[in-house]
């Protein structure tokens, strides 16, 4: 893209004089830059205002996420400012939408502390997006070096790690959060884990927004989930866990909260994505010190991820969670109750997983990513999904997955137990017909309802939500080839 | 009760066929097949027996279901699972693993209860297999405990 007053001023006693310039005079519109391998890099959405040039706003988002200000500053010459400027390199309309541009800018390694996604955060989304020349702007996706991957730890269990340490191999895991979120007691809560575990779940969960209330208080749950998952373990020679939510509200007291679950015995623990990037990195250390696995409930993230138009990507969150270090993260389901177009939440779960993420536009991933050797984030597919879907789920996300049955194991009308033993049985049939070679898309619903000719809970699931589905049209779509959710 | 380790314990037992279509679909991925046998089937007892190390040069389903065969044959009360290995870069690790074998009686477990500070339980399990008597057969003359 070309626009006035665009060119970089580099008389240097003109470009200093006091006053205001562009941002892309200031030298923030780089459009000859070449990316190194060494920069990290991110695509920004904007929509400038009514007259603001794309080129100069683009500029703006670059000068204000690096060293700029408003107007020009005498001391920018006392630095090195030509290496901290970040760099709008690339400006392209978005296909199909008038008014709103990709705009490309690479930041210099130098910009950023190691292991610190608060800093990340407070350069990339700190400043830009109340930025007035623009009406909106979303982060679509960052590309991180592989030298500022390794400042990272990481996930201290990974996807490897836990399957060996569960011994389940082969198959998703299968999880579900206790109901109703609120008001039981801790002995009636632990009653709904053990039903759900012995039935055949591999994990039960706490909701995000169990802490510890007057009804219940996390000492209480934490004792009373430890007998039941220990019960189940023993009824079915199982490793089981609950993820405890030691979500808190200050850091030492989830500290202290994840200490009892150690003693207790708990393999997992688990905390709300609103505790904030320097308590997971926190936990993160933590759990791998103890062993534990760490359960990520995306709590909030809609706030600012689902709108297209303003905020940022979840992509961009899954990437920054890998860094910061979590086991477990919900990215998604595609066919249940919340937000997902099927590609798009495919997209995340390449994040999650791969060993390389390649560009694949249509899933919405603008760059290549090489994690160096991190370890792979277990997605979780929670919201709304039920036994009837399992061919989908499978089809969509592979093995290694945990799906989480919430309604759809407790709801059951046959009991908890029966909700999840109708969930287990899906599960195994189907990968067993996938393995066999059957095309298990077209083919789902013939093997589930064979297998519920044996099995009378997965009968009663398949009669009571068989016909289920939220098809509502996503809006966090790919601008690169429109889908429609699946049915 | 019916130990649920493994991929497929809730479905019925595999038949010959079955299981040779999932050493089919291993074999057609490049993971190496193992055998392995335990009659303490513990769900932290990581290491059964191997029946020979895994098959990594063996690559047609028969010649894993003789093996199969033999593993039976040698021990045919005892648990006995099929391995799939994953050696490719980002997995060597197992993917995945079902039984093939079990015997007709599973007593199943006991759960261990030593009550220490607080309510805090400290939790051990032991297989009754292994140890003691199980659940419905601890009380003679009130249950049966079958062989």
Redesign the interface.
């Known amino acids: 893209m070309e626009a006035d007053g665009v060119n970089q001023v580099k008389d240097a006693s003109r470009r200093y004089a006091a006053g205001v310039l562009k941002y892309a005079q200031m030298g923030y519109w780089a459009p000859d830059y070449v990316p190194r391998e060494t920069d990290v890099l991110a695509v920004f959405r904007i929509t400038p205002q009514d007259g603001v040039d794309a080129v100069e706003a683009a500029a703006a988002v670059a000068g204000e996420s690096s060293t700029a200000t408003w107007t020009v500053v005498w001391t920018d010459r006392l630095t090195a400012c030509e290496t901290y400027r970040a760099k709008a390199y690339r400006v392209d309309p978005v296909p199909h939408i008038p008014g709103q541009y990709f705009c490309w800018i690479a930041y210099d390694l130098a910009l950023f502390e190691e292991g610190s996604i608060a800093n990340v955060a407070a350069s990339i989304i700190g400043n830009v997006f109340s930025f007035k020349p623009l009406k909106a702007a979303r982060l679509e996706d960052m590309r991180f070096p592989v030298a500022y991957v390794k400042t990272f730890p990481g996930p201290p269990t990974g996807i490897?790690v836990e399957?060996?340490r569960m011994?389940k191999?082969?198959?998703p895991l299968l999880g579900a959060t206790t109901k109703p979120k609120l008001g039981l007691s801790g002995r009636n809560y632990g009653r709904v884990v053990y039903e759900g575990l012995k039935g055949?779940l591999d994990f039960m969960k706490d909701d995000e927004n169990i802490n510890s209330q007057p009804f219940m208080h996390w000492r209480d749950r934490f004792?009373f989930v430890?007998?039941a998952v220990?019960?189940a373990?023993?009824?079915?020679?199982?490793?089981k866990g609950h993820y405890l939510n030691v979500t808190a509200g200050t850091m030492e007291e989830m500290i202290r909260r994840a200490e009892f679950a150690r003693?207790?015995?708990s393999i997992v623990v688990m905390v709300d994505l609103v505790v904030g990037w320097t308590a997971i990195q926190s936990m993160s250390y933590w759990c791998r010190q103890h062993d534990m696995v760490l359960h990520m409930h995306r709590a909030g993230h809609g706030t600012y991820t689902r709108q297209k138009n303003h905020g940022v990507s979840f992509r961009v969150i899954a990437k920054w969670l890998r860094l910061c270090g979590v086991d477990h993260l919900h990215a998604g389901t595609a066919v249940g109750k919340l937000e997902g177009d099927p590609m798009t939440v495919q997209g995340f779960y390449n994040i999650c997983r791969d060993?390389q993420t390649e560009v694949d536009l249509p899933r919405g991933l603008f760059f290549d990513q090489d994690w160096g050797g991190l370890r792979?984030v277990m997605p979780v597919a929670s919201g709304g999904i039920h036994a009837g879907q399992m061919h989908q789920l499978l089809d969509l996300f592979g093995?290694d997955v945990v799906l989480q049955f919430g309604g759809g194991t407790i709801g059951h009308p046959q009991g908890i137990q029966a909700g999840a033993?109708a969930n287990?049985?899906a599960l195994?049939?189907m990968?067993?017909a996938r393995?066999?070679?059957r095309d298990i898309r077209e083919e789902g619903p013939d093997i589930l309802r064979a297998?519920a000719r044996?099995c009378a809970p997965l009968q009663a699931a398949l009669d009571t939500w068989g016909e289920i589905s939220f098809n509502y049209t996503p809006t966090d779509t790919s601008d690169f080839t429109p889908t429609a959710t699946a049915s | 009760m019916r130990i649920t380790q493994g991929t497929f314990s809730f479905l019925p037992d595999l038949d010959d066929a079955q299981v040779a279509r999932q050493v089919d679909y291993c074999l057609g991925r490049g993971w190496a097949l193992g055998i392995e046998y335990t009659d303490d089937p513990h769900p932290r007892n990581t290491y059964w027996e191997m029946f020979g190390p895994p098959m990594f040069d063996l690559r047609d389903a028969a010649g894993i279901m003789a093996e199969l065969a033999r593993c039976r044959a040698a021990w045919p009360r005892h648990y006995i699972r099929l391995t799939a290995f994953d050696s490719s870069a980002g997995t060597e690790s197992i993917v995945l693993a079902f039984i093939v074998n079990r015997p007709a009686v599973e007593p199943g477990f006991r759960l261990l209860r030593h009550e220490v500070a607080g309510r805090t339980v400290r939790y051990s399990i032991e297989s009754y297999a292994v140890h003691a008597r199980p659940e419905g057969a601890r009380y003679p003359g009130h249950g049966e405990m079958t062989d």
């Open positions: 490897v399957r060996e011994d191999f082969g198959r055949g004792l430890m007998e220990n019960r373990s023993a009824a079915s020679g199982e490793v003693e207790l015995g060993s792979k093995d033993t287990r049985v195994e049939a990968v067993l393995n066999e070679g297998a044996w």
